[in-house]
């Protein structure tokens, strides 16, 4: 039985509330941001979802600004193989 790998498709039809941090704005201003744009009637475990979204995309920013990533091209190599 042969199995043919491919590479799964990304949703992006739906957009976030608040753009990643491009280093200029501070967090103060990106929570802010986000609760502006938030419905009225979000709860509190809507916003704190939506900061800690963006708590986890700071880190990774802050991981791939001190070199601390893995590359597409060796996750393919590692994990497909040289085809």
Known sequence: MSTTLTKPKIKRDSKPFVKPRTGVESPKGL???LVNRLPDDATWEQIQYHIDVLTE??????????????????IEREFLGEF
């Open 57 to 74: 995309i700071a880190k990774g920013e802050e991981d791939i600004e001190n070199g601390r990533f893995v590359s597409l091209e060796e």
């Open 31 to 33: 929570v802010k941001s």
